[in-house]
Protein backbone atom coordinates (compact mmCIF):
# COMPACT_ATOMS: atom_id res chain seq x y z
CA UNK A 1 0.00 0.00 0.00
CA UNK A 2 1.55 3.61 -0.85
CA UNK A 3 2.19 5.46 2.29
CA UNK A 4 0.40 8.57 0.80
CA UNK A 5 -2.69 7.51 -0.72
CA UNK A 6 -5.14 10.08 -2.50
CA UNK A 7 -8.61 9.61 -3.45
CA UNK A 8 -10.61 10.48 -5.96
CA UNK A 9 -7.41 9.88 -8.59
CA UNK A 10 -9.94 10.93 -11.12
CA UNK A 11 -13.08 13.28 -11.17
CA UNK A 12 -14.74 14.99 -13.59
CA UNK A 13 -17.39 17.59 -12.18
CA UNK A 14 -19.06 20.68 -13.36
CA UNK A 15 -18.50 24.51 -12.87
CA UNK A 16 -20.41 25.39 -8.95
CA UNK A 17 -20.15 21.70 -7.69
CA UNK A 18 -18.53 21.12 -4.49
CA UNK A 19 -15.11 18.75 -5.04
CA UNK A 20 -13.35 17.28 -2.41
CA UNK A 21 -10.27 15.82 -2.43
CA UNK A 22 -8.91 13.35 0.33
CA UNK A 23 -5.31 12.83 1.29
CA UNK A 24 -4.42 10.19 3.45
CA UNK A 25 -0.89 9.12 4.68
CA UNK A 26 0.94 6.19 7.39
CA UNK A 27 3.91 7.57 7.30
CA UNK A 28 3.68 9.51 10.48
CA UNK A 29 4.61 12.67 9.34
CA UNK A 30 3.20 16.03 11.04
CA UNK A 31 3.38 18.19 7.98
CA UNK A 32 1.05 17.57 5.07
CA UNK A 33 0.25 19.76 2.04
CA UNK A 34 -1.56 20.57 -1.17
CA UNK A 35 -0.11 21.26 -4.47
CA UNK A 36 -1.88 21.71 -7.92
CA UNK A 37 0.28 21.31 -11.05
CA UNK A 38 0.03 22.60 -14.23
CA UNK A 39 1.62 21.98 -17.87
CA UNK A 40 4.39 25.05 -17.44
CA UNK A 41 3.56 25.79 -14.46
CA UNK A 42 5.35 23.11 -12.07
CA UNK A 43 3.82 22.72 -8.65
CA UNK A 44 2.17 25.59 -6.82
CA UNK A 45 1.50 25.14 -3.14
CA UNK A 46 -1.98 25.51 -1.93
CA UNK A 47 -2.33 24.94 1.42
CA UNK A 48 0.09 23.27 4.17
CA UNK A 49 -0.37 22.21 7.75
CA UNK A 50 2.52 21.73 10.44
CA UNK A 51 -0.17 19.83 12.66
CA UNK A 52 -3.48 19.01 13.43
CA UNK A 53 -4.34 22.72 14.80
CA UNK A 54 -2.10 24.35 12.17
CA UNK A 55 -3.30 25.34 8.93
CA UNK A 56 -1.43 28.04 6.47
CA UNK A 57 -2.12 29.60 3.13
CA UNK A 58 -0.03 28.86 0.29
CA UNK A 59 0.55 30.59 -2.79
CA UNK A 60 -2.31 30.31 -4.43
CA UNK A 61 -5.36 29.18 -2.18
CA UNK A 62 -8.12 31.50 -3.10
CA UNK A 63 -11.11 29.15 -4.30
CA UNK A 64 -9.67 26.48 -1.62
CA UNK A 65 -9.98 25.71 1.82
CA UNK A 66 -8.83 22.48 3.51
CA UNK A 67 -9.59 20.42 6.33
CA UNK A 68 -6.74 18.45 8.69
CA UNK A 69 -9.01 15.84 10.56
CA UNK A 70 -6.22 14.32 12.36
CA UNK A 71 -2.37 13.21 12.02
CA UNK A 72 -2.66 11.29 9.14
CA UNK A 73 -5.46 13.03 7.20
CA UNK A 74 -5.51 16.32 5.08
CA UNK A 75 -8.49 17.07 2.28
CA UNK A 76 -8.50 19.55 -0.24
CA UNK A 77 -12.25 21.67 -0.82
CA UNK A 78 -13.42 23.46 -4.24
CA UNK A 79 -16.70 25.28 -2.25
CA UNK A 80 -17.58 26.23 -6.22
CA UNK A 81 -15.21 24.45 -8.59
CA UNK A 82 -14.45 26.91 -11.75
CA UNK A 83 -13.12 25.36 -15.14
CA UNK A 84 -9.92 26.89 -14.33
CA UNK A 85 -8.97 24.50 -11.74
CA UNK A 86 -8.77 21.89 -13.96
CA UNK A 87 -5.33 20.37 -12.69
CA UNK A 88 -3.23 17.60 -11.39
CA UNK A 89 -3.79 17.69 -7.58
CA UNK A 90 -0.79 16.23 -4.72
CA UNK A 91 -0.75 15.40 -1.59
CA UNK A 92 2.95 15.59 -0.09
CA UNK A 93 3.91 14.81 3.66
CA UNK A 94 7.13 15.66 5.32
CA UNK A 95 8.90 15.63 8.61
CA UNK A 96 11.49 17.69 10.11
CA UNK A 97 13.48 16.43 13.54
CA UNK A 98 14.08 19.52 15.50
CA UNK A 99 17.78 19.84 16.15
CA UNK A 100 18.61 17.18 14.03
CA UNK A 101 21.43 18.45 11.06
CA UNK A 102 20.01 16.08 8.45
CA UNK A 103 16.64 17.13 7.79
CA UNK A 104 15.82 17.93 4.52
CA UNK A 105 11.90 18.60 4.75
CA UNK A 106 11.72 15.78 1.81
CA UNK A 107 8.31 15.66 0.17
CA UNK A 108 6.77 12.74 0.23
CA UNK A 109 3.83 12.39 -2.61
CA UNK A 110 1.44 10.90 -3.40
CA UNK A 111 0.12 10.05 -6.86
CA UNK A 112 -2.14 12.70 -7.65
CA UNK A 113 -6.14 13.18 -8.12
CA UNK A 114 -6.80 15.02 -11.90
CA UNK A 115 -9.69 17.00 -11.49
CA UNK A 116 -11.82 17.95 -14.04
CA UNK A 117 -14.27 20.70 -14.13
CA UNK A 118 -16.65 21.31 -17.12
CA UNK B 1 6.72 36.11 -9.35
CA UNK B 2 8.93 32.77 -9.80
CA UNK B 3 11.33 32.43 -7.45
CA UNK B 4 12.81 29.56 -9.01
CA UNK B 5 13.54 29.95 -13.05
CA UNK B 6 14.18 26.14 -14.75
CA UNK B 7 15.07 25.75 -18.60
CA UNK B 8 14.58 24.16 -20.67
CA UNK B 9 11.20 23.53 -20.65
CA UNK B 10 11.60 20.31 -22.69
CA UNK B 11 14.61 18.16 -23.58
CA UNK B 12 15.15 15.05 -26.09
CA UNK B 13 18.80 13.76 -25.89
CA UNK B 14 20.18 10.17 -27.36
CA UNK B 15 20.72 7.34 -25.48
CA UNK B 16 24.06 7.58 -23.85
CA UNK B 17 24.05 11.63 -24.05
CA UNK B 18 24.43 13.69 -21.15
CA UNK B 19 20.95 16.24 -20.30
CA UNK B 20 21.60 19.20 -18.44
CA UNK B 21 18.49 21.27 -17.22
CA UNK B 22 19.33 24.69 -15.66
CA UNK B 23 17.86 26.49 -12.59
CA UNK B 24 18.49 30.37 -11.26
CA UNK B 25 17.10 32.12 -8.17
CA UNK B 26 17.00 35.04 -6.73
CA UNK B 27 16.07 34.55 -2.85
CA UNK B 28 19.27 34.76 -1.10
CA UNK B 29 17.72 33.24 1.84
CA UNK B 30 17.68 29.48 -0.05
CA UNK B 31 19.66 27.32 2.02
CA UNK B 32 18.65 23.64 0.34
CA UNK B 33 18.30 23.26 -3.39
CA UNK B 34 16.57 19.47 -4.04
CA UNK B 35 15.28 17.85 -7.96
CA UNK B 36 12.57 15.59 -7.82
CA UNK B 37 12.05 13.32 -10.88
CA UNK B 38 8.43 12.47 -11.56
CA UNK B 39 7.67 9.93 -14.02
CA UNK B 40 4.27 9.80 -15.53
CA UNK B 41 1.10 9.25 -13.60
CA UNK B 42 2.68 9.14 -10.17
CA UNK B 43 3.94 11.75 -7.86
CA UNK B 44 7.21 13.44 -7.88
CA UNK B 45 10.11 12.01 -5.85
CA UNK B 46 13.38 13.33 -4.56
CA UNK B 47 16.35 12.32 -6.72
CA UNK B 48 19.18 14.60 -5.54
CA UNK B 49 20.11 17.69 -2.99
CA UNK B 50 22.50 19.72 -2.62
CA UNK B 51 23.34 22.67 0.20
CA UNK B 52 25.26 25.43 -0.85
CA UNK B 53 28.39 24.79 1.27
CA UNK B 54 29.42 22.37 -1.60
CA UNK B 55 29.67 23.52 -5.32
CA UNK B 56 28.89 19.78 -6.89
CA UNK B 57 27.22 16.52 -5.24
CA UNK B 58 27.48 13.36 -7.33
CA UNK B 59 25.56 10.09 -6.90
CA UNK B 60 25.45 7.95 -9.68
CA UNK B 61 24.95 9.19 -13.22
CA UNK B 62 23.37 12.58 -11.39
CA UNK B 63 25.25 15.32 -11.09
CA UNK B 64 24.40 18.73 -9.37
CA UNK B 65 26.47 21.71 -10.03
CA UNK B 66 26.04 24.20 -7.92
CA UNK B 67 27.37 28.30 -8.23
CA UNK B 68 26.38 30.59 -5.35
CA UNK B 69 27.67 33.78 -6.41
CA UNK B 70 25.56 33.56 -9.72
CA UNK B 71 22.65 32.02 -7.86
CA UNK B 72 22.56 29.27 -10.17
CA UNK B 73 22.70 25.30 -10.35
CA UNK B 74 22.04 22.71 -12.72
CA UNK B 75 21.28 18.60 -13.01
CA UNK B 76 23.57 16.82 -15.36
CA UNK B 77 22.38 13.27 -16.26
CA UNK B 78 25.21 11.48 -17.74
CA UNK B 79 25.12 8.65 -20.14
CA UNK B 80 21.01 9.24 -20.09
CA UNK B 81 19.05 6.16 -20.52
CA UNK B 82 15.49 5.93 -21.81
CA UNK B 83 14.61 4.65 -18.50
CA UNK B 84 15.56 8.11 -17.44
CA UNK B 85 12.68 10.13 -19.16
CA UNK B 86 10.59 11.68 -16.90
CA UNK B 87 9.77 15.47 -15.69
CA UNK B 88 12.49 17.14 -13.30
CA UNK B 89 11.70 19.73 -11.24
CA UNK B 90 14.41 21.68 -9.46
CA UNK B 91 13.38 23.10 -6.28
CA UNK B 92 14.62 25.73 -3.13
CA UNK B 93 13.85 25.36 0.30
CA UNK B 94 15.23 28.09 3.35
CA UNK B 95 15.41 27.49 6.77
CA UNK B 96 13.44 25.26 8.80
CA UNK B 97 12.42 23.98 5.48
CA UNK B 98 8.79 25.35 5.77
CA UNK B 99 7.76 25.61 2.11
CA UNK B 100 9.30 24.34 -0.79
CA UNK B 101 9.26 26.66 -3.90
CA UNK B 102 9.66 24.40 -7.16
CA UNK B 103 10.72 25.47 -11.26
CA UNK B 104 8.07 24.94 -13.33
CA UNK B 105 9.33 21.72 -14.62
CA UNK B 106 11.47 20.01 -17.68
CA UNK B 107 10.16 17.27 -19.74
CA UNK B 108 12.71 14.73 -20.71
CA UNK B 109 12.75 12.52 -23.28
CA UNK B 110 15.83 10.10 -24.11
CA UNK B 111 15.50 8.38 -27.64
CA UNK B 112 17.13 5.02 -27.73
Known amino acids: DADVTQTPRNRITKTGKRIMLECSQT?????MYWYRQDPGLGLQLIYY???????NKGEISDGYSVSRQAQAKFSLSLESAIPNQTALYFC?????????????????FGEGSRLTVL | QQQVKQSPQSLIVQKGGISIINCAYE??????FPWYQQFPGKGPALLIA?????SEKKEGRFTISFNKSAKQFSLHIMDSQPGDSATYFCAATSGGYQKVTFGTGTKLQVIP
Open chain 1, 49 to 55: SFDVKDI
Open chain 2, 50 to 54: IRPDV
Open chain 1, 92 to 108: ATSDLIVGQRSNTGELF
Open chain 1, 27 to 31: KGHDR
Open chain 2, 27 to 32: NTAFDY
